[in-house]
């Protein structure tokens, strides 16, 4: 059995940080994954946040995001981050993590073919 587990969501103030990790528990090696992070606001559907390799070497963001959010992982831990720096109202939403096992693709970006889902970690990002 599967489970990712979210950490690190709350409430901050725009032009704050937080930082969300992802604890994976698996029967296989962690490497093994390609992972990423998603989000869902109120009313809208899930959306592509930022994705990293298995190795750790290659990561894709959203345009949205991009130079304001670093996604990393720890392979040896078993865990992958993603550092939110200025965060803005409109990133309010809550988080998810995901795993693909065994994908040929560096990354993973559509939701749908996620294999494994954290419970979601709630971001709230006031004005």
């Known amino acids: 059995q599967v489970q990712l587990v979210e950490f690190g969501g709350g409430l901050v103030q725009a032009g704050g940080s937080l930082r969300l990790s992802c604890v994976v528990s698996?029967?296989?090696?962690?490497?093994?994954?390609?992972m990423a992070w998603f989000r869902q606001a109120p009313g809208k559907e899930r959306e592509f946040v930022a994705s990293i390799s298995r190795n750790g070497g290659f990561s894709f963001y959203a345009t949205s995001v991009k130079g304001r959010f670093t996604i990393s992982r720890d392979n040896a831990n078993d865990t992958m981050y993603l550092q939110m720096n200025s965060l803005k109202p409109q990133d309010t939403a809550d988080y998810y993590c995901?795993?693909?096992?065994?994908?040929?693709?560096?990354?993973?970006?559509?939701?749908?073919?996620?294999?494994?889902w954290g419970q979601g970690t709630q971001v709230t990002v006031s004005s």
């Open positions: 698996s029967g296989r090696t962690f490497s093994t994954y390609t």
């Open positions: 995901a795993a693909k096992a065994d994908s040929g693709a560096y990354y993973l970006m559509e939701a749908f073919l996620a294999d494994y």
